[in-house]
């Protein structure tokens, strides 16, 4: 299940690459979805939007280290 986070909150153990996106918080639905990537990495903060009120969708989670 993908996720979406708002910029500067942590992502926990959930890094990987994101894309930016407007959302529908109430009902967790995109309403919108724009070119805009990043990645980020485990426990770190999510970066600024372009624009306020926009969020990251996570379209790819990193596996964990099984090693």
């Known amino acids: 299940m993908a996720i979406y986070i708002a910029p500067g909150n942590r992502v926990g153990r959930d890094g990987g690459s994101f ?4 959302m529908d918080t109430v009902r967790h ?5 724009y070119g805009r990537y ?10 600024a939007t372009s624009r306020p009120n926009r969020h990251w969708l996570q379209i790819f989670r ?6």
Do not use: M
């Not at 894309?19 to 407007?22: H, I, Y």
């Not at 990043?38 to 970066?47: F, G, K, L, S, V």
């Open 29 to 33: 639905v995109v309403t919108a979805t």
């Open 19 to 22: 894309q930016e996106v407007t």
């Open 62 to 67: 990193t596996p964990d280290n099984t090693e």
């Open 38 to 47: 990043c990645t980020i990495r485990d426990n770190e903060q999510a970066p």
